[in-house]
């Protein structure tokens, strides 16, 4: 391990890119070292970036930054504030909500040999982030209640020092399968954790962990993050990347298939209502165990991505397709917190509710206008008088005594 850290470093000091990244910002306007600018888009600009600044209330004004819902989208490692998936997942996040989609540009390195520099940077990153959010607060009216963080790969452990940044106070932090290298078993302090935000939710699609290939097997990490970890097709490999799947065609910017699966899962869940069971998510102790069906729907019912209920916690799998739309319906689970046999069970319940005030009211009814129904149902029954002469001397009971003299 040290060996290959101290070749990285060799390698690195020769790398003509040096420069470019041990250096951090060199604008005299930029306050941070290693967040560069951020991107915005709305309803009224989705396709043109306006930038936005530290600080800069002038470009704030430019871009009629308004407080609503506001998606902040951190890139991973060699990633880009403009890639693909960004571009498609802030596309899917306005056609579903009028907000504001904030994508982070920070210098995550150029070549595979940096990751061991850009690593350690993610703290740094998500601390500069948090600054940038109390600043909209400050200058836009923006309330941490409407910000929910997004981050991929390392982007995922950036988005958990936001989090941490803020003390815990976000509502909701995203992780698109987080990167595993240097963060396995790793400190809560130390990456993304379920504290950094009201509500973590994490997507693990290339989480596994090998001694050896650690690097080439897994980009993600196979432990539990969030409050609520999704692991679908088992969390680590999907089967759109194999023989047959179209993963590699949905997977753009350069990103390992397995590992990119995270943001197009996520990004066409977006598409879906809760309403439907797309991406419906079992609680379930393994795979295994998900796969001999032993697990239950859950009520109320979780889903991964987008939908994902905040109240619901644990561990959840799912399967999805090998071909886009890979979103599968779970036919068994019925989209609300009620399943069939649940709903059957109210309607006979409220059934056998209303034949009891029918008969409340029967009886009342025979009580003060003395209708002589019951001394006929009585009479149909057989019933014995001594029954009847239990109820003692009330006027009603001398009613239906009278009456039974006149019926016979
Ligand atoms: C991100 O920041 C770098 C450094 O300032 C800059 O060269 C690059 O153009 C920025 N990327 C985008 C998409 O604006
Ligand atoms: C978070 O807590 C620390 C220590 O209590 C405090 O200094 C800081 O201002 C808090 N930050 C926010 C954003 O509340
Ligand atoms: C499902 O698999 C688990 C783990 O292998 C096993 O303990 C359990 O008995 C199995 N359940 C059924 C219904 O097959
Ligand atoms: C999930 O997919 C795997 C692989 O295709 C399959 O073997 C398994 O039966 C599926 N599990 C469920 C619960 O449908």
Known sequence: MAAGFSLVLAVLFFHPSLNSFLVGSTDPNNPFYYV????LWTRRHPHQTRDLA????????AATFQSKQTYVIIHGFLGS??????????????????????SVNWSAGSTTAEYFLIQPRVRTVGAEVGQFLQFLEDAAGLTTQQIHVIGHSLGAHAAGFVGKALNGT?????????????????EDVDRLHHGDAVFVDVIHTHGCYTLFKMWEDCF????????????????ESQPACEQGGDGASSVKDGSSCNHGMAYVLYIESINYMPSSTHFLARQCPSWKYFNNKSC??????????????SRVHGVFYLNTSMTAPYGLL????SAGAFTLVQIIGLLLLSVLLVLLLLLVALVLIQQYFGLPILARVRARLYMEDLVWH????????????SEKAVDT
């Open 220 to 235: 993600g990490i196979d432990e539990n993050l969030g409050d609520a970890d999704f692991w679908p097709n088992g969390g």
């Open 54 to 61: 530290m600080g800069s209330r002038s470009a704030l004004a």
């Open 330 to 333: 779970d036919s068994h689970c």
């Open 81 to 102: 504030s403009t890639d693909n998936w960004i571009q498609s997942l802030k596309d899917a996040l306005l056609q579903r909500e009028d907000c504001n989609v904030v």
């Open 170 to 186: 976000l509502p909701r932090i995203t992780g698109l399968d987080p990167a595993g290298l240097r963060f396995h078993q790793a």
């Open 390 to 401: 239990g109820l003692g001397n009330s006027p009603s009971t001398h009613i239906l005594n």
């Open 296 to 309: 239950p729907c859950g009520h109320p019912a979780q889903y991964m991505g987008f939908n994902a209920d």
């Open 36 to 39: 560069r600018n951020f991107h």
